[in-house]
């Protein structure tokens, strides 16, 4: 029972995070230069591809990336790229964002903590 209390008390507390981040993008665009409500928008991207069972670090368009051989993820790439490009007019959306993330596991790597590759390796092993 006293896990189940501790788990609704972090669920309530996440919601109300989640709450209070939802409400601060757009303040950041309008009160502010939109910095922070870009980390906000990129967390709630992790945020997703972890409740889809992704890793914490990765955002979802470079999974899709990643894993565009399995039809599904091919169909999402497809989407958010056109997404993307209508929103922003960018092109290549999901790439990019593989290949940005290949960078931050290299710098994660050169300075000696644990990268992405090596989470999902030793997750493979148990």
């Given at each position: 029972?006293?896990?189940?209390?501790?788990?609704?008390?972090?669920?309530?507390?996440?919601?109300?995070?989640?709450?209070?981040?939802?409400?601060?993008?757009?303040?950041?665009?309008?009160?502010?230069?939109?910095?922070?409500?870009?980390?906000?928008?990129?967390?709630?991207?992790?945020?997703?591809?972890?409740?889809?069972?992704?890793?914490?670090?990765?955002?979802?368009?470079?999974?899709?990336w990643?894993?565009?051989?399995?039809?599904?993820?091919?169909?999402?790439?497809?989407?958010?790229?056109?997404?993307?490009?209508?929103?922003?007019?960018?092109?290549?959306?999901?790439?990019?964002?593989?290949?940005?993330?290949?960078?931050?596991?290299?710098?994660?790597?050169?300075?000696?903590?644990?990268?992405?590759?090596?989470?999902?390796?030793r997750r493979?092993?148990?």
């Amino acid at each position: 029972m006293r896990q189940v209390a501790a788990w609704m008390l972090i669920w309530l507390a996440c919601l109300l995070v989640s709450l209070w981040s939802l409400a601060a993008i757009p303040l950041s665009a309008v009160f502010g230069s939109g910095l922070r409500g870009w980390r906000l928008a990129v967390g709630f991207d992790q945020l997703g591809n972890v409740a889809a069972g992704g890793d914490e670090d990765e955002v979802f368009s470079s999974r899709c990336w990643r894993m565009r051989d399995k039809a599904i993820y091919g169909r999402l790439v497809k989407f958010i790229d056109w997404l993307f490009f209508v929103l922003d007019g960018q092109t290549n959306h999901c790439l990019n964002a593989w290949v940005e993330e290949q960078k931050k596991c290299q710098i994660r790597h050169s300075k000696g903590a644990n990268n992405t590759n090596t989470r999902r390796k030793r997750r493979a092993k148990k």
